[in-house]
């Protein structure tokens, strides 16, 4: 299957700071997602971006799809404690299947 | 409205044991999905399903099957239990066409002994 690489596989950031995230494929997408999931349950979809290029933003997250259709990124400003969770990217480059990343950890330390 | 809903949320099982997993949602979706989740390799996709009556074979289908009689149920059956198949099994939907995002549900924790 298609091989997703989303880094860093866990951060430990102070309350306030600014988070950064991403994720690369190896091979073209055409849509890309970004999770949030939290102890005990199923991932929640953050942000969806269908446009090579294309900045979306969600209250303090912000998201873009990469110009060369193969990354993404995932902002967070000015972290929360509830912000604390597993962040995971998903990619779909054709067909019906969304492959998903191993997952960034977030720790926000108060 | 509860969205996705995964029956049971916990099981034990034996190997060479047999079970279903029950997936119900009530959002008028027409795609459904089973995936698996394990440590460090984030989630796969079993089997998955483009409306009722149809299904097709994900990225890691073996061991499985599914069934899709009623559009808003998808079920999850393990024929004979393996070790290998010790997971957390998470149901997603989607509104239809391949660009729609997916919704889950909480997960079922399997544990195969």
């Known amino acids: 299957g298609q091989q997703l690489n989303q880094s860093p596989q866990s951060m430990f950031i102070q309350e306030g700071e600014d988070v950064s995230m991403n994720c690369t494929s190896s091979?073209?997408?055409?849509?890309w997602l970004w999770y949030k999931q939290d102890p005990g349950e199923g991932p929640v979809l953050l942000i969806a971006?269908?446009?090579?290029?294309e900045l979306t933003s969600n209250g303090r997250l912000t998201a873009q799809f990469g110009i060369t259709r193969k990354d993404s990124f995932l902002n967070i400003s000015a972290s929360i404690p509830s912000d604390v969770g597993i962040y995971f990217c998903?990619?779909?480059?054709?067909?019906?299947?969304?492959?998903f990343g191993t997952g960034t950890s977030l720790t926000v330390i108060p | 409205n509860a969205g996705v809903t995964q029956t049971p949320k916990f099981r034990v099982l034996k190997t060479g044991q047999s079970m279903t997993l029950l997936c119900a949602q009530d959002?008028?979706?027409?795609?459904m999905y089973w995936y698996r989740q394990d440590p460090g390799m984030g989630l796969r996709l079993i089997h998955y399903?483009?409306?009722?009556?149809?299904?097709a074979k994900g990225e890691v289908p073996d061991g499985y099957n599914v069934s899709r009689l009623k559009k808003q149920n998808f079920l999850l059956g393990l024929e004979s239990a393996a070790p290998s198949q010790t997971s957390v099994y998470f149901c997603?939907?989607?509104?239809?066409?391949?660009?729609?995002?997916?919704?889950f549900g909480d997960g079922t924790r399997l544990s195969i002994l």
């Open positions: 997603a939907s989607s509104y239809g066409g391949t660009n729609q995002p997916q919704h």
């Open positions: 091979s073209i997408f055409n849509t």
């Open positions: 971006l269908y446009k090579a290029g």
């Open positions: 998903a990619g779909r480059s054709g067909g019906n299947q969304f492959y």
């Open positions: 959002m008028n979706h027409e795609y």
């Open positions: 399903s483009v409306g009722e009556g149809t299904t």
